[in-house]
């Protein structure tokens, strides 16, 4: 297929890849301690082993009491309890409370048998040693949390599939699961091409240049949720790069490769995905700047992308595309809404129509609000993103932005 | 201070606390690989030991030319030069370009010294062996990235109090630095209070309920750069509160207490971070649901934070202070613009005014758009939080929002 005949455009590129992909996940299955389980993906359905809260807790510091004995109470008219005792945090409620007493009672204590109720402390007196004065009634379950009122037991709590965050830990802790079965890691293969690269270890010879991408692609897929797997630079062989694409296709569950900077070298990446399996190549070349020469290939449920060589291009590309197919590899699919910043532009922003223009943008606040300032520089030029915290998304039946709009960032 | 006097507004508190800490930073510095860097905190300035490029390069597939020899070049009137071999990619350009002469050259090739632009391959024509037509005209750099044109030798090219994301780990690497000086991540003790709470690898006794807060807390400040040191449950017993504290006080840069539920226990918090230091308690109640009882202060330029002991108000309040004190300990200010999803509501949205309302949603997005449905449940149920995937903020002049308002949220 000869490159770029025809761009398509960038969600129907994603949604073209991910119709050849399966949906159901095939990674393998992990037991992992749960409090290192941050950013994982659960593998099995919780249930519930026992109900949460185990026992009615009092929700306010206060007196236990039975609802019908406080009905009618007033300041003027207060309704007068025998106070029994006190309940301690932590310790089991033995005594059961009868008409007429009260005993007081702590947030977070167990409600005593007998008990429906807690009136607040703000809300009674004590006159006299043994006597409470309730001077507002309190309706049957007011300031208590009841048994299983959180979680029943057997009730799936989180399903297969969740990513874990701060809560979900919380929640498998609270029933007592400190380990958990999540997936493996997706393995990424990274493979870098281009004759001119050696990596980053290595002092250039003039005219070469240190492999970048494969570690801002790392980064990328770590953070969600890939293992990556650096390859190696396969130059502008073909030979090379097919041995390394292929290494990456029978061991890993996804393969990238950076593409050196020629429409030659890049065509050396086609070839290889070409013959790798059914159905090949399925995108060639997409309607985004920067990022317009990328493929996108499946080989027998084998997902491959072919990133441009640049690295501001291999950046912007991989942040939008990777994390929906690592999201697709765990068999989630993703929840949508878009995140985003709203800020003013300090200057007039042009864009071609007919593609999505992703523009580097620097974002602050001030007294006077959150503002945006587009970065110039070329999109060859890494530092031009170093200076960037965000992107300002150009869609392709634009031609820009005028200095003042209030515009989204995406935060980069 | 008795408790819940005046309650504090969440700005007002961050601002008074921040203002009570040093800006600069204290943390000890380490060097760790390049690729192993991501969210940690730059301890020194870099500075450019060569510049990038290195070399003048190519930005597209073309020949290299002087610009005046294609100067009033058209397809009527082609100018006509002499093909004088080939640069191939990451090899020295040797051969010096002079005029009437071209040579081809590869996107990302070095530009032969005497040339000064490069003609796009599509805007040439190759008619007879040996000499190419030129059909355009270009203008001296036109295709061409220059030396130094992404980075200046001895140029500061990030800043020390810089966060290390993908772009600066490639540009570390672009500059050949594959080791870098970081700060080491700040201490951050974890206390868990109340006589109820056990660790969550014991089956609690009726009564008792794990610890949860610990590590939903330790997730945050993990996510946010800080290294968490889980100090120990001291129960309701001053003594074994005062020496855990007293310990962290010593050894960690941030002090968390997460109180016990009941205001006596919350009382113990606050007498030990009072007598802790100057200048002690400075906020005491914020003016926010959930999570009112918190406490703030500063001890001998050390950071304490009490907060509520439900996991509901612990997470949120948490997840609101913790990375801006992280972030403070690292000697950075925040740059501002909160990132949030737009959706519209499902349902109306009751809140009191005079506090800042957080109330967990759901966010999912269909056909129709993003839309966002509250989750009801108490602040004392994890599992409140396990069904959302974000905050909606009710500001404190607000009284709520009703049904089909398009609201803000933010991602949790």
């Known amino acids: 297929m000869p490159e770029f005949l025809q761009l398509t455009p960038v969600q129907e590129a994603i949604d073209r890849f991910l119709a050849n992909l399966p949906t159901e996940t095939h990674l393998s299955i992990e037991q992992i301690p749960t409090i290192q389980s941050s950013g994982r993906?659960?593998?099995?359905?919780?249930?519930?082993?026992?109900?949460?809260?185990?026992f009615a807790r009092s929700t306010v510091d206060g007196y236990a009491v039975q609802a019908t004995d406080t009905h009618g109470a007033s300041t003027a008219l207060p309704a007068y309890l025998n106070l029994s005792g006190e309940i301690h945090i932590g310790q089991p409620a033995e005594q059961t409370l009868v008409s007429t007493?009260?005993?007081?009672?702590?947030?977070?204590?167990?409600?005593?048998?007998?008990?429906?109720?807690?009136v607040m402390l703000e809300d009674t007196q004590q006159v006299k040693t043994g006597e409470i004065e309730i001077l507002h009634p309190v309706a049957v379950g007011e300031n208590v949390i009841q048994i299983a009122?959180?979680?029943?037991?057997?009730?799936?709590?989180?399903?297969?599939?969740?990513?874990?965050?701060?809560?979900?830990?919380?929640?498998?802790?609270?029933?007592?699961?400190?380990?958990?079965?999540?997936?493996?890691?997706p393995r990424v293969g990274i493979i870098s091409t281009g004759d001119e690269v050696v990596p980053p270890d290595v002092i250039p010879k003039l005219a070469q240049v240190r492999d970048i991408n494969s570690y801002t692609l790392q980064n990328i897929i770590n953070r969600h949720g890939g293992e990556s797997i650096l390859r190696g630079i396969a130059?502008?062989?073909?030979?090379?790069?097919?041995?390394?694409?292929?290494?990456s296709h029978r061991e890993d569950d996804l393969i990238i490769v950076t593409a050196g900077s020629s429409v030659s070298a890049r065509d050396l990446?086609?070839?290889?995905?070409?013959?790798?399996?059914?159905?090949g190549i399925l995108v060639h070349g997409i309607a985004i700047k920067p990022g317009k020469p990328t493929i996108?290939?499946?080989?027998?449920?084998?997902?491959?992308?072919?990133?441009?060589g640049n690295p501001v291009s291999a950046l912007v590309v991989g942040s939008l595309i990777l994390p929906a197919i690592l999201d697709r590899l765990y068999g989630m699919s993703t929840e949508g809404g878009s995140t985003f910043i709203e800020a003013k532009l300090t200057t007039n922003v042009a864009?071609?129509?007919?593609?999505?223009?992703y523009h580097p943008v620097r974002v602050w606040e001030d007294e006077n609000g959150v503002h945006a300032k587009p970065i110039y520089g070329r999109s060859n030029l890494i530092f031009t993103l170093v200076r960037a915290n965000g992107l300002l998304v150009i869609p392709s039946d634009s031609n820009g932005y005028e200095a003042g709009t209030t515009i989204r960032v995406i935060p980069f």
Chains 1, 2 share one sequence.
Do not use: C, W
């Not at 204590?109 to 109720?117: E, K, T």
């Not at 990446?269 to 159905?279: H, M």
């Not at 996108?296 to 441009?308: E, I």
């Not at 864009?351 to 223009?357: M, P, V």
């Open 269 to 279: 990446t086609a070839q290889v995905f070409e013959a790798l399996g059914k159905p």
């Open 351 to 357: 864009s071609q129509a007919g593609r999505d223009d």
């Open 149 to 185: 009122e959180d979680v029943k037991e057997g009730e799936i709590v989180i399903q297969a599939g969740r990513r874990l965050r701060a809560q979900e830990i919380g929640g498998l802790l609270a029933l007592g699961f400190t380990q958990v079965s999540v997936y493996q890691r």
């Open 235 to 247: 130059g502008d062989s073909l030979e090379t790069l097919q041995a390394l694409v292929d290494t």
């Open 41 to 54: 993906v659960l593998a099995e359905d919780i249930l519930a082993p026992h109900p949460l809260p185990e």
């Open 296 to 308: 996108l290939a499946v080989a027998d449920n084998v997902p491959a992308v072919g990133l441009p």
């Open 101 to 118: 007493y009260t005993i007081l009672i702590h947030t977070g204590a167990m409600l005593p048998p007998g008990a429906d109720a807690v």
